[in-house]
């Protein structure tokens, strides 16, 4: 479903989206940075279960209480194994 919304006269115009999308939590190694291997393969199990996507940093405020270099390695990890269509 498209979808749009104007807000103070600005309108805002989103994507078709169907389907479940799996908001993954943000497996952390014991130094406190993510562990890139964990999130993707997590990403790619979930997908492969049948999930239309995934939403990275979607769950208990992982968002703003990330580093920047961690939500980095966060958002980066995560396309790179869903996109690949392999396991990590």
């Known amino acids: ?6 807000v103070g006269g600005v309108t805002l115009v989103g994507m078709e989206l169907s389907g479940i ?3 993954l939590v943000t497996p952390f190694a014991e130094d406190g940075t993510v562990a890139e291997r964990a999130l993707a ?5 979930v997908l492969a279960e049948g999930a239309a996507g995934i939403v990275a940093l979607g ?10 270099g961690n939500a980095g390695r966060s958002s980066t990890s995560v396309p790179g194994s869903a996109g690949s269509g392999a396991p990590p």
């Open 41 to 45: 393969e997590l990403a790619h199990a």
């Open 1 to 6: 479903m498209n979808w749009t919304c104007t």
């Open 59 to 68: 769950t208990t405020a992982e968002a703003s209480a990330s580093t920047p």
């Open 21 to 23: 999308y799996v908001p």
